[in-house]
């Protein structure tokens, strides 16, 4: 292959990065409730068991959507507590808990680092409307964490599956810095012979 090939495909695989993944909205018909994300997530074929449960995939990311309803114990302190249940069940390290403005919800989030070196957020988003509790796990690649938090910002319910108004997402590309950090994350994490695993 010769230099001026080279460099035509070069080109063409640069414009390729520069575009972005389209944005699609998403809808949970069953509960009226919507976001965006980027167009290329799809449903897995297997995941239909729970009436309550959702999911979507894309190549490298997975969010899981579960539906609970508001009782006497849906406060702040107890689904803090909650979040830093689920994370512990998760193995998750370097967690830091965060609220997440998000219309209409009131969200309370934990993020931080999976044994796999990768990213996981937990959010519980609290309608201020309706008794709609809703669980939104997202696992992620270190890359797409601007992408993820728009998803998050733009979840919203009973409203003609609009979701709420927001800059379009743009779908990361890993960068060269990014996995060399992940893959230093995940050897300090095996340097760790004395931490303790929890089973959920």
């Known amino acids: 292959m010769n230099f001026k090939k080279i460099l035509l495909i070069s080109a063409a695989f640069i414009v390729a990065l520069a575009n972005p993944v389209q944005a699609?909205?998403?809808?949970?018909?069953?509960?009226?409730?919507?976001?965006?994300?980027?167009?290329?997530?799809?449903?897995p074929f297997d995941f239909f068991q729970d009436p309550n449960s959702a999911q979507v995939d894309w190549d490298d990311m997975v969010m899981t959507l579960q539906r609970y309803t508001k009782n006497e114990n849906t406060n702040k302190k107890n689904l803090n507590e909650a979040l830093k249940s689920r994370a512990l069940g998760f193995n998750m390290y370097e967690t830091k808990l965060r609220e997440i403005k998000v219309k209409g919800f009131k969200c309370y989030a934990i993020e931080g680092t999976m044994p796999d070196g990768s990213r996981c957020i937990i959010c519980y988003l609290v309608s201020d409307k309706t008794p709609t509790v809703l669980e939104v796990v997202v696992n992620y690649l270190l890359g797409n964490r601007d992408t993820v938090e728009?998803?998050?910002?733009?979840?919203?319910?009973?409203?003609?599956?609009?979701?709420?108004?927001?800059?379009?997402?743009k779908q990361k590309i890993?960068?060269?810095?990014?996995?060399?950090?992940?893959?230093?994350?995940?050897?300090?994490?095996?340097?760790?012979?004395?931490?303790?695993?929890?089973?959920?």
């Open 150 to 169: 728009d998803m998050i910002k733009s979840f919203s319910e009973n409203n003609n599956q609009q979701p709420n108004e927001r800059e379009k997402p």
């Open 24 to 43: 699609r909205i998403y809808t949970w018909d069953k509960f009226n409730i919507a976001f965006e994300g980027p167009d290329d997530g799809y449903v």
């Open 174 to 200: 890993q960068k060269k810095e990014d996995a060399e950090k992940e893959e230093q994350e995940i050897k300090k994490k095996q340097k760790r012979p004395n931490e303790k695993v929890f089973e959920c």
